[in-house]
């Protein structure tokens, strides 16, 4: 693990490893230690520049070697990822502070991503179109879209700089990467590395860290992309959007959520609680898709309630080197801070807390709490951390209603015994995705991922891949002669 540290603590630009050239650094911190694991100069608007321009050289050159070459170096990476499994764990566990369960799922997902990544180079497909006029043959190319400029978040900073860097690469684009400064490594570094020594050619992946207070809007702003694959917070996204309106490019927004599980009174109580559990506390709740709000119909709130708390009480918390912590540190000091204040302002407001977590350092631990007032602004907001909202109901009508008072739309979960209830309560929801009798974190190669609302615009995944990172172009030929009105 160290060697990720030691070794790929810079920026990689047209294929070479080299220190930014910015008058200060980032220095990347172990969240549960403090251990400083590397300090890396910060790129500048001038290697900005000089990273965008590299792609936008070797882009052609890649997309004109066919799907074939693409493929085998996708594979290679792959099998690389394979054999590197260990040391990205232990490094995914130091730099993010998650544990052992939560880096297994990341690099899971991660290596199923890449096996359809491979598989997308051979999707795109050229297409013959029928014309009213005679002699005319309309022919539709699906093209890359040149350069894709990606950024990508903190918290599965490895999965999702690769949910968009693989397939870009493998649809025949050339990608500039800015992972957060947080987790600059394994959403950055370590990707570069995988993608180096699978054999991909120079200026292809170029990695640049670095801060927005140093770069300002030149990432989104330069010419040369085409594409801006952001995932991230709302209120970011929203600035991401219009920079891009303004320079005409497409951006593709994966953004928050307030997600809700909920519980029908047919449901099985146990299984719901697992689920609930699971989605609300998976990564300190350190998830988009995490489970802000447990709805549960009153005639069961009781027997849910007990059991709910009776296994979050349960959660360790503590080292995530230790194989039994559940709940490990979140990802600085900021956030810590941020989610104790969520606790203590739902608690003036008049809310009980079930379960009162204690922060120190880093480390915040599981809270629970019930009673929230309906107006709170809480339950419409997306809380980054460890604490859940117990809210009852009663009947599906209230349900589906408090559900949808948000003003996200992201995914959701309900548990109920009757499947075809579930389906249709599902479909009276305003997310991108919905799960019945399941939890609400999921994301699966093949299908597309992606809210409704304020939590993003377009899809990736699958299919929905090639929308976003390739553009289609119109040849007509006219065999005949065609007729002119002057």
């Known amino acids: 693990m160290s060697s990720y540290f030691t070794d790929l603590a810079q920026q990689y630009i047209d294929g070479e490893w080299r220190p930014g050239t910015g008058s200060w650094e980032i220095i990347d911190f172990n969240p549960y230690d403090g251990e400083k694991l590397a300090a890396i100069t910060i790129a500048t608007v001038d290697e900005i520049d000089q990273a965008y321009r590299a792609a936008a050289r070797a882009q052609k050159e890649w997309a004109e070697a066919g799907p074939f070459a693409r493929r085998a170096v996708l594979e290679k ?7 590197r499994e260990q040391e990205l764990t232990e490094m ?9 369960v939560k880096a297994g799922f990341e690099l899971h997902l991660a290596k199923e ?3 359809e990544a491979a598989s997308l180079t051979m999707r795109p497909e050229d297409r013959l179109i029928p014309s009213p006029d005679p002699g005319k043959e309309n022919r539709l190319y699906r093209l890359p879209v040149g350069v894709v400029g990606v950024i990508s978040p903190f918290n599965f900073p490895f999965l999702l700089s690769l949910k968009s860097v693989a397939p870009a690469l493998a649809l025949g684009n050339a990608v500039v990467l800015k992972p957060h400064q947080d987790t600059p490594v394994a ?6 590395k995988l993608f180096e020594d699978a054999g991909l050619p120079a200026g292809l992946l170029n990695v640049v860290i670095t801060d927005i207070a140093e770069i300002g809007d030149a990432f989104l702003a330069h010419p040369v992309p085409k594409v801006i694959s952001f995932t991230g917070s709302d209120k970011i996204g929203r600035h991401v959007a219009t920079v891009c309106a303004q320079h005409f490019k497409r951006a593709v927004l994966e953004l928050g959520g307030n997600s809700a599980l909920v519980v029908l009174d047919d449901a099985d109580i146990d299984y719901a609680v697992d689920a609930a559990v699971f989605s609300r506390y998976v990564h300190q709740g350190q998830v988009c898709m995490a489970a802000n709000r447990v709805l549960v119909d009153r005639s069961i709130a009781d027997a849910f309630t007990a ?3 009776a296994k979050v009480k349960s959660l360790k918390t503590g080292d995530p080197r230790d194989p039994q912590t559940v709940i490990g540190p979140v990802i600085n000091a900021s956030q810590a801070e941020s989610i104790s204040g969520t606790v203590e302002q739902a608690l003036a407001e008049g809310a009980t807390a079930l379960v009162r977590g204690t922060t120190t350092g880093n480390l915040v631990e599981p809270s629970v709490l019930t009673g929230i007032p309906a107006d709170s602004g809480l339950l419409r ?10 809210i009852p109901f009663d009947g599906e009508e209230e349900a589906v209603r408090l559900v949808n008072d948000t003003p996200y739309g992201l995914s959701g979960a309900v548990h109920t015994d009757d499947v075809e209830r579930g389906i249709r309560f599902a479909q009276r929801i305003d997310t ?3 799960h019945v009798n399941d939890g609400t974190v999921h994301d699966e190669p093949l299908v597309p991922f992606g809210g409704e609302k304020n ?3 377009g899809r990736l995944n699958g299919e929905t891949t090639l929308d976003a990172f390739t553009t289609l172009k119109w040849i007509s030929v006219q065999r005949g002669r065609s007729g002119f009105p002057f």
Do not use: D
């Open 432 to 434: 991108g995705m919905f």
């Open 381 to 390: 907001q997306e809380v980054f951390g460890p604490v859940a909202f117990l």
């Open 187 to 192: 959403g950055g570094s370590a990707i570069a």
């Open 455 to 457: 939590s993003g615009v």
């Open 77 to 83: 990476a792959l099998r690389l990822l394979e054999e």
């Open 92 to 100: 995914i566990i130091a730099e993010l502070g998650g544990t052992h």
């Open 113 to 115: 991503f890449l096996r």
């Open 307 to 309: 059991k709910f708390v």
